[in-house]
Nanobody, 126 residues
Framework: QVRVEESGGGLVQAGDSLRLACAAS????????TGWFRQAPGKEREFVTA????????YYADSLKGRFTISRDNAKNTVYLQMNSLKPEDTAVYYC???????????????????WGQGTQVTVSS
């Protein structure tokens, strides 16, 4: 069993930055990929970014490339999502998910991930 927990959400103003963290525990001796998704009220959960175990492969939603950066510290079993120049439309619950299969550029659907966190709210005011 794997436990995934997000942290770092909050209320910020447009233009601010925020860093989310995703900590995994349990089966972390096995290499895993990590993805971030977000879900705004009334909308489907959408892919934000993902990173493989080594950190050598990182994929982003085209609309977020340049503002969001994913990174990981395997010694801490933690993945980070740095979000810059935040906009009101970035307001959503942000979820972290773990996948124990190889990460591909097409690994962007929620059902392709094995374990999920409960999410952390990010609210960007205008």
């Amino acid at each position: 069993q794997v436990r995934v927990e997000e942290s770092g959400g909050g209320l910020v103003q447009a233009g601010d930055s925020l860093r989310l963290a995703c900590a995994a525990s349990g089966r972390t001796f096995t290499a895993y990929a990590t993805g971030w998704f977000r879900q705004a009220p009334g909308k489907e959960r959408e892919f934000v970014t993902a990173i493989n175990w080594s950190g050598g492969n990182r994929y982003y939603a085209d609309s977020l490339k340049g503002r969001f950066t994913i990174s990981r510290d395997n010694a801490k079993n933690t993945v980070y999502l740095q979000m810059n120049s935040l906009k009101p439309e970035d307001t959503a619950v942000y979820y972290c998910a773990v996948r124990f299969s190889p990460l591909l550029s097409t690994t962007r659907r929620p059902d392709q991930y094995d374990y999920w966190g409960q999410g952390t709210q990010v609210t960007v005011s205008s």
